[in-house]
């Protein structure tokens, strides 16, 4: 469930920090390093083996799945699926399914025909083809709406289990991992360079300037169309979201 914005000069894209409350209170948090800060980190700061062996790590897993427990704003649903995790250390993928089910209920209800996808991970992420006819604000605070009470919370702390484990603070850790497992980068690459990148992609979507690069320019690898599949899930693991519009780069 994404929150999307106009972005780029050539290419028409939906973009968005997955970060947001529509998905959840807790997850990775975004760097406040500037361009210049996240550059010199980059060039400094050794192999990801490195910056995973000294990475800071935030909150367990058990000790959210508490604290979000004890909210008096849950209703039942909400209640029984953190009570269960609390009770077995984790949130059952069918609780999961079950919040998500609920979510496309309530879509469906206000007239929202949602074609979600599974991702690797297990969460569905909604489709990256918008219907062109769709005014994208009045869908996001539907689906804000709908989020409430259904996957609000719940997404949020399956996404944390299922995508970080070991619990780093910085996302850019499980991005540039996750660019390296599917051979998009070599072994070179770092959570600091992707931070870097992630850093420039923000800054462009937020300032009417003319520093208008590409997302292969930014990012170095493909990234739009069918070819940048991989990556866009990937990323995503970092708290960027992007999406390609019906007919743009789509080979």
Known sequence: MMHVQKLMKNVVLLAVMLSMAILCGCGGQKSSQNPAQEKSSAE??????????SAERVESLESIFKSYASREDLDDFERDVLNRAVKTGHIDPADYEAAHDKYLECMANAGYDEHDTKMPDGLYQSSENMDPNTDSKQWFKQSVTCSDHTTKIIEGLF????????RYKDPGILAAQCLMDAGIVDKTY????FNESAQILQTQSENDDNDHRTLQEIFGFPVAG???????????????GITVSNGVDNP
Do not use: F
Not at 226 to 240: I, T
């Open 159 to 166: 996404r944390d289990q299922q995508d970080n484990p070991e």
């Open 226 to 240: 069918k070819q940048g599949s991989q990556a866009r899930y990937c990323l995503s693991l970092g708290n960027v």
């Open 190 to 193: 770092t959570a600091a360079k």
């Open 44 to 53: 400094h700061s050794g192999s990801l083996a490195q910056e995973k062996s």
